[in-house]
């Protein structure tokens, strides 16, 4: 069964109509525990995008010589390579960003969002359909991340952008928005609990949207 | 049960076989593909992710010990110690030795406090060879982000109060954080972690002036450095 979608509804499911996060609910593992602020909610999104865009190109290309009913371990084993992968060659070329991104990397792998997309989309897509289906949901995610993080930086401690550079470099140091100073921080926003409230917001604010 | 004659049975077990026969051909086909692409691309990244971890050792010692200071290739010149008690774990530790035109600079010694609020805290301490600080960096740790984590150098200064410090200067009870009677500063909100990393650090001087001479004198026995986030 091949969608008859075209490629910019595609998109606008990831981002929107058919969000990871906010809709799908999935990869809240990894979401919930990183986004204490807006730049790891970033490093997150743009490793999961990266490795979705990857899998499901994969997935979609080899889709015709996977027997159905082993398609899952499959899926499983091309993910968990994909990842593999990716991370050593980050951190071979690219080790400052693997020193900032590495830790969300095996996070990825809890990510239950990449192997819905296989099974729900790239199975059944061709490769570009499916390549615009991992870039849309991956930035929704992202958006997600960012925003949430945001959020739970801003409650708790009173910045925005709190340790762009990691991710920029030195330059980004000035990105930092202080709101409020505060000795005592605002830990319910910072731990997890902070992300359930946030997150629950957001989905009630999308809801509230959409309808 | 459907009536099924034997044959009819015989025929539907003989292509069951079959087909789980050929799936698992597949399945194994595909962990071999999949393994064998990692282990290429391991074998290709290997020597350029050891270089990098060598490269960013050096960086992390520069922060503390400006680099004129020494002059032999200190992530060459190092040598594996264990000691539970006074370096907080089980696990051999690292001890890199600074050498100015062949005599004794410094050392950076990686230590352990066991007792952080989540867990144990991995901190590298550099130390001249006359016991005095020069400089402390945390590598791992998992404590409260806005409270604890501000032992972190990019968080706060709060690790630069060691620095100069040695055991002759300071008494052993002055080496405890204000609410304890001690010298060292806390932090607001945290008592647990700043209470370890200070007992960490005392005692890595301790260890360090016990085995001074030695430390300095061991054929150096690890040439590369161990992958310091395969720990984690």
Redesign the interface.
Known sequence: METSLNNSTIFKNGLWDNNTALVQLLGLCPLLAVT?SMINGLGLGIATTFVLVGSNITVSLIRKH??K??RI??FV??I??FV??VQ??M???T?ELY?VL?IFIPLIVTNCAIIGRAEAFASKNKLLPSFVDGLGQGIGFTLVLMLLGAFREFV??GTILDGAHLLFGEWAKDLTMHFYLT???F?LA??PPGAFIGLGLLIAFKNKISN | MPNLNSNERKLNSLSMKRSIFRNGMILGLFAMVSTGLIVMTHLLTKDKIAKEIELSLVRQLTQMVPSEHYDNEVYLDCITVNDLNLLGSKEDQKVYRMRNEGNDFALMITTVAPDGYSGKIDIAVAVSSHGKILGANILTHQETPGLGDKIERNKSDWLTQFNGLSLKQLDKDKWQVKKDGGQFDGLTGATITPRAVVKAIYNTLLYIESHQQNLFNQVSNCSLPKDSNSGN
């Open positions: 204490g996977i027997p009913e082993i371990p499959i084993m091309l968990a390579s593999t992968n050593l060659l951190n071979a070329f080790y020193l590495g708790g401690q000795e005592q921080k830990l910072i731990l």
